[in-house]
């Protein structure tokens, strides 16, 4: 009798167990953050998970070609929960085709900074949590062997070109450019381009631009370009071309920490750091490698002097309304998760009560002072645009530039497809 009562006591057991294992609610996650970020996102996991045990987070990392990813998801009707990503287009247009969830009244915005709520707004609703933003206007070098080669810091675009002229001189090269991302190759090119379009062409053109409402065919529009052409015209660009179009974004920075160095310059959003760090261990910021901000080009793009700013940043988009998700979403939110992002990353935060001062390392607490100081900045314009152009026709267009292709017939190719997709 003893045994049959321990076996019943087992059996009631096991399916106690299997009854709280099946009320463990679950949370699908995507996202596309590689190297140092994904193991980091997975501690704001783990944070979460820890406050609430009844919720399983699941995560599920792809690549790059996300868009298209997502694409087929939301057209099988299987997306995730939610997804923190930077197309702001693109979540215009989910939220056209009720595809995602207007959190406006589900969610609490009041610990991002009231700066970055309006990028996740639209008709009235709230499609977007902004949670890690990047400054993007952000030149990378090494300090060390700029003072060995007694090379200064360029203030205006034409120190630039001279120092550009001066490391050719000495032997070497001065930009290390990647624009392969796989299915999403061609976005650096897009961020290069839109920082020179707000210091030519200023910011009421650039938002003009974003919003077609000037074509692509517009002599500013083209004058962008060439001038980012020039940069492979004349020779400042490792590997020239080919060397671009086949260096994937992640590993540009290394020419920068070879011995001698193969570049002395690379041009990308904070969030570059990570790769940094991932590819060469020991380095330390402010000595080992350090950033200036890309200089001014035509002083009456911003009359008041300043240095125009390029910013862009994830926001979590909801595609599953259940009350697990939005708490989850919510989390995203919190200073805990900003913490966590912005201590073990050196990223910047969203987090209504974070300063500059709040930083250890030198190079985030400098570009979380120009997030907060700037008074020209603007977000990423192929993240603002549709999908189709943001994350199509302008990627695609740089490559085939790069490649030989007519300016003319990429930017007639362009607007072409602007035409149909705004």
């Not at 959190?103 to 009235?124: C, F, H, R, S």
């Not at 030149?139 to 360029?154: D, L, Q, S, T």
């Not at 570049?263 to 969030?271: C, G, I, P, S």
């Amino acid at each position: 009798m003893r045994k049959i009562a321990t076996l019943f006591l087992i059996g009631l057991l096991v399916v106690g167990v299997g009854v709280f294992a099946a009320e463990k609610k679950v949370v699908n996650v995507m996202h596309g953050w590689p190297g140092e970020q994904a193991p980091v996102f997975q501690m704001i996991v783990d944070a979460f998970e820890a406050q609430n045990p009844d919720i399983d987070v699941q995560v599920e990392i792809v690549g790059r070609d996300r868009p298209a990813i997502l694409a087929t998801r939301l057209a099988g009707g299987n997306p995730p929960d939610l997804t923190p990503h930077p197309w702001i287009g693109l979540m215009k247009e989910w939220a056209d085709a009720g595809q995602i969830v207007n959190l406006k009244g589900l969610v609490d915005t009041a610990d991002i900074n009231p700066a970055l709520v309006p990028i996740g707004e639209y008709e009235d609703g709230l499609y977007g949590l902004f949670i890690f933003p990047n400054v993007k206007s952000l030149v990378w070098y090494n300090p060390k062997v700029f003072a060995a080669e007694g090379y200064e810091i360029p203030t205006t675009w034409y120190e630039l070109l001279a120092l550009n002229e001066q490391i050719l001189a000495d032997g070497g090269m001065p930009l290390s450019i990647g624009l392969e991302s796989g299915a999403a190759s061609g976005w650096p090119g897009t961020d290069w381009i839109e920082d020179i379009m707000l210091r030519t062409a200023g910011a009421d053109v650039y938002d003009k631009w974003v919003a077609h409402e000037i074509a692509w065919t517009d002599p500013r529009v083209k004058k962008a370009f060439e001038i980012f052409g020039n940069l492979f015209d004349d020779g400042y660009v490792l590997g020239g071309p080919i060397g671009a179009l086949t260096t994937n974004f992640g590993d540009a920075p290394d020419a920068l920490f070879t011995t001698p160095p193969t570049a002395y310059m690379h041009k990308q959003a904070t969030f570059i750091a990570g790769f940094i760090n991932d590819h060469f261990d020991g380095l330390v910021a402010g000595e080992d490698y350090n950033v200036f901000v890309l200089p001014t080009i035509t002083p009456q793009a911003t009359p008041d002097g300043s240095v125009p700013l390029l910013v862009s940043g994830d926001v979590v988009t909801v595609f599953n309304n259940r009350p697990e998700v939005i708490k989850f979403a919510q989390f995203l939110t919190s200073e805990t998760a900003a913490n966590i992002w912005s201590s073990e990353l050196g990223e910047l935060s969203a987090y209504v009560g974070a300063s500059a001062d709040d930083f250890a390392n030198p190079i985030t607490r400098k570009a979380q002072g120009m997030l907060l100081n700037a008074s020209v900045s603007r977000f990423d314009g192929s993240d603002l645009m549709p999908g189709a152009i943001g994350a199509g026709a302008f990627w695609s267009g740089v490559l085939d530039y790069i490649s030989g292709v007519s300016l003319d017939t990429v930017l007639e190719t362009i607007e072409a497809a602007a035409k149909d997709a705004y």
